[in-house]
């Protein structure tokens, strides 16, 4: 839905809404409906529509046929408005006793929806419980600042392959909490991020980063240093005056420093991307796109970024 405001305005975006709840509350079986967030609806449908019995396959059918009527593309004062959506289901009393619950683990369902990707259906099963924990284990420990005990880096070498001669390196995020052991980066930033704590955890870790090789670019041991930035940071105001400070605050050619923006969220601003990285670029700091065939870039966006490298991702 955001994407939808990015793009089209609020005033469509309000218009999307009020369509895509007309279509819900037109739904068959449907017992009560209505909207409890800002892009999300919750449903109350007929027992009798899903038996304690009722296979999978069947609820998906169903809600296949849902998505078909609430997903339509919607024509706003001429303009086509595609949409797109997740669903999470909880039912009774398979999953959940009480209302409460029932629409708990709905949101949890929905959330395990949307992480499997774009236009996902998830029905409530225990591992979706134990993900939820994990989840929430994981915000607790970011949100009371424990990870700072815990976070370190490590650096993947780039090496020359004719000489053998490591010529930079690579900047990885590693936490380890006191009970889940080794939490994948990818998984605690995401869930940084979420909380608003992104800019926080991605600033101590290249703060780490720069003390760790700060000697090692001055005596020139290697070239240069990559260190990632995420497509949220790139598309907020300021980005680049805040990364370059902080570059500087350690003493290290701006030269000697590749920001690898990583493809793995969509970016919001273009524009605003496009301005910090010029500022980057002015600065003498190199570009690199990572992980490039698996996210959201296209040919047409690329050119219109400055970028000195594209890294592809190993899949392809």
Not at 87 to 92: A, E, I, N, Q
Request: proline share 3%; net charge neutral.
């Amino acid at each position: 839905f955001k994407g939808i405001n990015d793009r089209h305005g609020h005033m469509p975006g309000d218009a999307v809404l009020k369509r895509i709840g007309h279509r819900v509350s037109k739904l068959k079986n449907i017992l009560s409906a209505g909207r409890v967030g800002g892009d999300e609806f919750a449903i109350l449908v007929d027992n009798q529509q899903w038996n304690a019995d009722a296979h999978l396959a069947d609820i998906a059918a169903d809600i296949t046929m849902a998505r078909d009527i609430i997903y339509r593309p919607i024509n706003y004062q001429g303009r086509v408005i595609q949409v797109s959506g997740s669903v999470g289901v909880s039912r009774y009393p398979v999953d959940a006793e009480n209302l409460a619950d029932l629409r708990r683990n709905a949101s949890a369902s929905l959330l395990d929806a949307k992480r499997s990707g774009r236009g996902s259906l998830s029905v409530y099963n225990k591992r979706i419980d134990e993900s939820v924990l994990r989840r929430r284990t994981i915000q607790s420990a970011l949100l009371s600042r424990e990870y700072e005990r815990d976070l370190t880096v490590a650096f993947q070498p780039i090496v020359e392959a004719k000489s053998h001669k490591i010529k930079s390196v690579e900047v990885l995020a590693r936490w380890r909490h006191e009970t889940l052991g080794p939490v994948n980066p990818l998984e605690f930033l995401a869930i940084a991020r979420e909380s608003g704590l992104g800019q926080d955890i991605e600033r101590a870790i290249r703060a780490k980063a720069l003390s760790e090789m700060g000697s090692a670019l001055k005596d020139e041991r290697i070239e240069s240093l990559s260190l990632n930035v995420s497509p949220v940071d790139l598309a907020a105001e300021g980005f680049a005056e805040s990364f370059l400070a902080q570059i500087a605050s350690f003493d290290i050619p701006f030269d000697q420093v590749w920001a690898e923006v990583t493809e793995t969220e969509r970016l919001s601003s273009l524009e605003i991307a496009h301005e910090n990285l010029e500022i980057l670029c002015q600065a003498g700091v190199r570009i690199a796109l990572d992980d490039c065939g698996i996210g959201y870039s296209n040919i047409h966006r690329l050119a219109k970024l400055p970028i000195h490298r594209v890294k592809i991702d190993k899949s392809i």
